[in-house]
């Protein structure tokens, strides 16, 4: 049993929910925080999973609204991808900041401040949160068609390129997650019908996408799996908190199999202090505990029949709420490299709080331990 009364914990995730909907904008985007001084932009890595949250939540209408605002941000561009498309499928070399940004502003801009912005995931995790939700609630496809097929095209023609990772770091290499979300992505489309039961791509665009998922899928078995668990990225031996997510929900490889089991036991032994780590080394405001990586492998724990250990990562998620009830990006009790924090603070503040994805990962977590 959770040491924080179950009617506590229950009250935090009514409060997170009020959180996330408080600060949709009207256009649908979700903020990464509210007061973060460069967080005022919505990404689709986080804005994926705080919609998966809330449809989970039956909050629809929230999650239709994001989800509808990625199309409109994607539709906006369909001419940037499919130029950008063909000139790589005529040997064009296309530099990275040519490519599509990680995070946009909330009215949809490309915004103008400098950002590690060529970052894949999101772009697979748009559409496989869009896939669960629209199957989990019985919602109509048929308007995003457009934004699916840029999708698609996009993920087909660079899903296997180098970029920056989930932290927004080490573009030189393929990092095991980012192509982990590319994949969950293109498969959910490629499984899902439409309201009237046919397929969601034409059969030259479905062929194309089975073709990558079979390329990513050989490429993860060859290169990012070494001592029988997935590395951070292809060609490495160290793990990464954000692996989890190929475990727990996006299924890449088997969430019960032997990959799976040693990769859970690595992030564990390696990066598990209350909380989780990102990775071993990490600076960001000295390296703490990440509450949406602690819900995550709660999570995973819960899925694979560990409920005891996933009620733990519930409560120290609870733990770290401000007294305004408000979750952090990270806390800093078990900061690997405590000498960098002032460095962080004195650049963008404290760390962010709250941050609407430690939220959403929290009531994702509560809701799978059947708070
Ligand atoms: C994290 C990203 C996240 C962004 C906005 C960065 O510090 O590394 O994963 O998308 O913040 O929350």
Redesign the pocket.
């Known amino acids: 049993m959770p040491t924080a009364a179950r009617s506590d914990l229950r009250t935090l995730v009514e409060s997170s929910l009020t959180l996330i909907e408080a600060n949709q904008h009207p256009s649908g985007a979700y903020p990464?925080?509210p007061n973060y001084p460069v967080?005022q932009y919505s990404?689709l890595?986080?804005g994926a999973f705080i919609a998966d949250a809330m449809s989970r939540a039956d909050r629809v209408d929230s999650a239709d609204r994001f989800l509808r605002w990625c199309a409109a941000v994607i539709d906006a561009r369909a001419g940037r991808i499919s130029d950008l498309v063909a000139r790589a499928g005529c040997g064009e070399e296309i530099s990275a900041d040519e490519m599509l940004p990680t995070r946009y502003t909330l009215d949809g801009g490309d915004g103008d401040e400098p950002w590690w912005n060529f970052q894949l995931d999101g772009y697979g995790t748009w559409l496989w949160v869009l896939m669960a939700h629209t199957a989990r609630h019985g919602r109509p496809l048929d308007a995003y068609c457009p934004a699916i097929a840029s999708s698609v095209d996009y993920l087909v023609a660079f899903g296997d390129r180098p970029c920056y990772d989930?932290?927004?770091e080490h573009a030189e290499h393929r990092h095991v997650a980012t192509v982990g979300s590319v994949l969950a992505g293109l498969r959910a489309v490629l499984h899902a019908r439409n309201e009237h039961g046919k397929p969601l791509l034409d059969a030259e665009r479905a062929r194309a996408a089975t073709a990558s998922v079979s390329a990513l899928e050989a490429l993860l078995a060859s290169e990012g799996i070494a001592e029988g668990h997935l590395t951070k990225w292809l060609g490495g031996t160290a793990v990464d908190g954000s692996l989890l997510a190929c475990l727990t929900p996006f299924e890449v490889v088997d969430p019960h199999g032997p990959v799976a089991q040693r990769t859970y036991q690595q992030v564990r032994g390696e990066l598990l202090r209350g909380g989780v780590y990102r990775y071993l080394g990490d600076t960001?405001y000295g390296g703490g505990e990440w509450l949406i990586l602690t819900a995550w492998l709660g999570w995973h724990e819960a899925r694979t029949g560990r409920p005891e250990e996933a009620l733990r990562r519930l409560d120290w998620i609870a733990a770290q709420a401000t007294p305004d009830g408000h979750l952090p990006?990270q806390v800093s009790g078990n900061t690997q490299h405590p000498e960098y924090i002032a460095e962080w603070t004195g650049r963008w503040g404290r760390v962010?709080t709250p941050?609407l994805?430690s939220h959403a990962m929290f009531v994702t977590l509560a809701l799978e331990v059947g708070l």
Do not use: V
């Open positions: 990464a925080s967080y990404w890595r986080d989930w932290w927004e960001f990006e962010a941050l994805w």
